[in-house]
T-cell receptor, first 118, second 111 residues
């Protein structure tokens, strides 16, 4: 079974600074997807960024980028120019790419609570 | 496009009762997944439906069940509620097997 580990329960960053959230995962599969979701106090889970395992290029979405190290099974999220609205719980998630199979569930880490200080 | 909608948003029940939660996916999405979120256990997968068929089920007792209708709307039912069922229940939809987009959740409190 796949597992996702987020070793930082809490992180804080100054507004306009850069912060990196860590995520490691364990899998025996070669094809899969990785995601970062953000959950603000409203509790709505919002997709931040997605990475396909077969792509060597790291995904980027505006101020958000990832450092995907497949061999190390590491998937960190970098937030540049942090804004007050970035404050939220961030979850790393894994999904199998089991083509023709049925295992499309997301496996989540425990989350990292990010505080942005003005 | 409208996002994933869930009803009701908040629910208070007593032990032993049953509850039905509803989820309407994004238009065109045929896959609907359900997750339970609690402070102790985090986010756990309940089940996933695609074209009215349950494709995958998490490790939850049989009191938790679900179904999907021909218009892709999904419901989940919890019978004989226990205090430990108090949680945020999140529904997510996806187009085929792509990225899952979440609804706002239903917060269930069991007294």
């Amino acid at each position: 079974a796949q597992t996702v580990t987020q070793s930082q329960p809490e992180m804080s960053v100054q507004e306009a600074e850069t912060v990196t959230l860590s995520c490691t995962y364990d899998t025996s599969e070669s094809d899969y997807y990785l995601f970062w979701y953000k959950q603000p106090p409203s509790r709505q889970m919002i997709l931040v960024i997605r990475q396909e395992a077969y792509k060597q290029q790291n995904a980027t979405e505006n101020r958000f980028s990832v450092n995907f190290q497949k061999a190390a099974k590491s998937f960190s999220l970098k937030i540049s120019d942090s804004q007050l609205g970035d404050a939220a719980m961030y979850f790393c998630a894994y999904r199998s790419e089991n083509s023709g199979g049925s295992n499309y569930k997301l496996t989540f880490g425990k989350g990292t609570l990010l505080t942005v200080n003005p | 496009k409208a996002g994933v909608t869930q009803t009701p948003r908040y629910l208070i029940k007593t032990r032993g009762q049953q509850v039905t939660l509803s989820c309407s996916p994004i238009s065109g999405h045929r896959s609907v997944s359900w997750y339970q979120q609690t402070p102790g256990q985090g986010l756990q997968f309940l089940f996933e439906y695609f074209s009215e068929t349950q494709r995958n089920k998490g490790n939850f007792p049989g009191r938790f069940s679900g179904r999907q209708f021909s218009n892709s709307r999904s419901e989940m039912n919890v019978s004989t509620l226990e205090l430990g069922d108090s949680a945020l229940y999140l529904c997510a939809s996806s187009f085929m097997m792509e990225t899952q987009y979440f609804g706002p959740g239903t917060r269930l409190l069991v007294l």
